[in-house]
């Protein structure tokens, strides 16, 4: 028998959970769908275990680190199956208060796919039928390797999180965030590294601060070979080697990662069921309130066009909730100035334009202020690694368009500034503001 919901979520990752947990603290009987793991993307392959070996490579770093501030002591090896088992242990805790979080809630939660029968009808794998008026669709997306001979030898994310040792030898096909994030931390934990990228690394960040960057992963150890145009995979004996139509053969390797984006997850929903319409890469196309072409569905999250980020997911479902069930009728997510952070080493952080961006808008009304600087905590220690901060103003009275930092710490510093940014600072405002002394991020108020 169908059962009547007044919302369907379906996908249980970051922006189907906020969808959810909002509609029903606003009072909305709902139905959420997720067949794997509470949590999505995010939590189980994502964020959370990105961040947690994020973390390790920055200890492994502080060893080698210590050892120089002059303590006795010998860097040792992370104990990877320890910390395998310790990140699956935390990431374990939050699925379950996922579950019991929805069930105080009073979510009804199917652990099946769901997929369209018409636009407001949705079948479950389990063989329920359920109907609301109002229908999210949050299933985010996929990595995806190039269709090429041997293609499966090589690894997707998803994929690093299961190893039981590390890799010796790995190669990195692609150079955007998953790529650059574990080129560097892999490294940092002991990996001989080799990035294998089309073009530039990370295109979307400021080329100066990027150049920084790439000039530190090198210095690193870390093999970048560019102008890539990788024709396929093959086997030989227990090593993996890339064939590449500019660089010849590559390798041999252990391992191959594949980090050359992702693909949304809306080709198994049954869209033409509902009439709902997606773009040529398969996003569900939605307008600033996260309509679809249909009335009563709805897409949040990576399974659209816009940003991959967990926050925007989240933001989005919330905005969504507030509008459908809390009576908000203009809450939508501002996708302007979206603050992001690429968990390199050292982290790259940004928020608004880059420079590049700033003079096609702007032209010669742009000013830059930058400052490049050894940190304290580095130089003390005879280390010269420089982190970058800069600054983007237009106009007479220099409203900030961009904040850039390179270095450590960058990556806790840019949320503050991108506070300072939506409410539309000037350059002055930073002029006015007393340092934090000493530390890296008073560079951002003591630029002249
Ligand atoms: P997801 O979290 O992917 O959730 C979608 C859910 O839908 C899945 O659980 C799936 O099982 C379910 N589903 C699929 N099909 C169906 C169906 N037919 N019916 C029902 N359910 C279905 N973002 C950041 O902001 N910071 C980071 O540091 C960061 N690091 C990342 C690291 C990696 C390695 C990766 C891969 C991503 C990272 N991201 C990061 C991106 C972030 O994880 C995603 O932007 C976010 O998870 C998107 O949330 P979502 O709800 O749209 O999709
Ligand atoms: P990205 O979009 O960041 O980068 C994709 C990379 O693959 C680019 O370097 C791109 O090159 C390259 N590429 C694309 N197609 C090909 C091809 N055919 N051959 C060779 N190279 C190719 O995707 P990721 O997979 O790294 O990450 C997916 C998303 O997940 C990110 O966009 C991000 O939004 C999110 N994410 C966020 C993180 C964070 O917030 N810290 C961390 C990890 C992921 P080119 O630039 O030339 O197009």
Not at 152 to 158: E, K
Not at 178 to 202: D, M, Q
Not at 380 to 404: N, P, W, Y
Not at 407 to 435: C, I, N, S, W, Y
Request: with cysteine.
């Amino acid at each position: 028998m169908a059962q009547t919901f007044d919302l369907i979520v379906l996908g249980g990752g970051s922006g189907g959970l906020a969808t959810a947990f909002r509609a029903a603290r606003h009072g909305a009987r709902v139905a959420l769908l997720e067949p794997g793991a509470l949590g999505g993307t995010c939590v189980n392959v994502g964020c959370v275990p990105k961040k947690a070996l994020w973390n390790a490579a920055q200890l492994a770093q502080g060893q080698q680190l210590a050892v120089d501030y002059g303590f006795a002591s010998t860097p040792g090896a992370l104990d990877w199956e320890r910390f395998r088992q310790l990140r699956h242990a935390y990431i374990d805790g939050i699925r379950q208060r996922y579950a019991t979080r929805l069930m105080e809630a009073g979510i009804h939660v199917f652990a099946e796919t769901g997929r369209f029968v018409s636009a407001h009808t949705i079948a479950t794998s389990g063989g329920d039928e359920l109907n609301a008026m109002q229908i999210v669709i949050a299933t985010g997306g996929r990595p995806r390797r190039l269709d090429l001979p041997g293609f499966d030898l090589g690894m997707v994310s998803d994929d690093i999180f299961e190893l039981r040792s590390l890799p010796r030898r790995i190669a990195v096909i692609g150079g955007g965030y998953i790529a650059v994030e574990f080129a560097g931390l892999l490294r940092a934990l002991g990996s001989e590294v080799t990035l294998h990228v089309r073009n530039r690394v990370l295109t979307g960040f400021d080329a100066e601060l990027v150049d920084g960057l790439t000039t530190q992963m090198q210095a690193q150890g870390i093999d970048i070979t560019g102008q890539c145009n990788v024709s396929g995979l093959r086997r030989v004996d227990d090593d993996i080697l890339i064939g590449d139509e500019v660089n010849g053969s590559c390798g041999p390797y252990d391992a191959v990662l594949w980090a050359i984006g992702r693909v949304p997850n809306s080709d198994r929903l049954d869209l033409e069921a509902a009439g709902v319409h997606v773009d040529e890469a398969g996003h569900v196309v939605t307008d600033a309130w996260q309509n679809t072409n249909v009335p009563g569905v709805y897409a949040v999250g990576d399974v659209t066009e816009r940003p991959e980020l967990t926050p925007v997911a989240v933001a989005a479902g919330r905005h969504l909730a507030d509008r459908l069930f809390g009576g908000q009728a203009d809450s939508c997510l501002d996708y302007e100035n979206i603050p992001s952070v690429v968990f390199a080493e050292p982290p790259l952080a940004m928020v608004g334009l880059t420079e590049a961006q700033a003079r096609e808008f702007h032209g010669d009304q742009v000013q830059v202020y930058r400052s490049r600087f050894t940190p304290l905590g580095l130089a003390v220690a005879g280390h010269t690694a420089q982190s970058i901060m800069k600054i983007l103003c237009v106009g007479e009275d220099q409203r900030v368009v961009g904040f850039h930092a390179l270095g450590p710490g960058a990556e806790e510093m840019m949320q503050g500034f991108a506070v300072a940014l939506k409410m539309g600072v000037r350059k002055r405002d930073l002029d006015a503001t007393v340092a934090i002394h000493p530390s890296s991020a008073e560079e951002m108020v003591l630029m002249g």
